[in-house]
Nanobody, 122 residues
Framework: VQLQASGGGLVQAGGSLRLSCAASGRTRSSYHMGWFRQAPGKEREFVAAISWRGGSTSYADSVKGRFAISRDNAKNTVYLQMNSLKPEDAAVYYC????????????????WGQGTQVTVSS
């Protein structure tokens, strides 16, 4: 499975962005999907996850109520709608796919995209 993340950019604090993650390759398999982020000098951290059918979602406390993860399996694409962005949300955002378990641990994910940069100006 190949994952291509896009949609990052520069936005003012309080603004919104929508990230997309397009999957190709063995997309007939049922993958749970996740978004992670990594800011300079910090560890990669969990942001959000969604089950393969989309019926279950999970969020980091820091983004709950501001971010929303969704997926369109017909398009093999996962989205991360980010609202009310804060400077601390600035990071490289990565999408990832898990063939086994949905979760917050990066180790559960088998495939990773290349990342898309999100910059939030104050």
């Amino acid at each position: 499975v190949q994952l291509q993340a896009s949609g990052g950019g520069l936005v003012q604090a309080g603004g919104s962005l929508r990230l997309s993650c397009a999957a190709s390759g063995r997309t007939r398999s049922s993958y749970h999907m996740g978004w992670f982020r990594q800011a300079p000098g910090k560890e990669r951290e969990f942001v959000a996850a969604i089950s393969w059918r989309g019926g279950s979602t999970s969020y980091a406390d820091s983004v709950k109520g501001r971010f929303a993860i969704s997926r369109d399996n017909a398009k093999n694409t996962v989205y991360l709608q980010m609202n009310s962005l804060k400077p601390e949300d600035a990071a490289v955002y990565y999408c990832a796919a898990s063939s086994s378990l949905m979760g917050r641990e990066a180790s559960r994910y088998d495939y990773w995209g290349q990342g898309t940069q999100v910059t939030v100006s104050s």
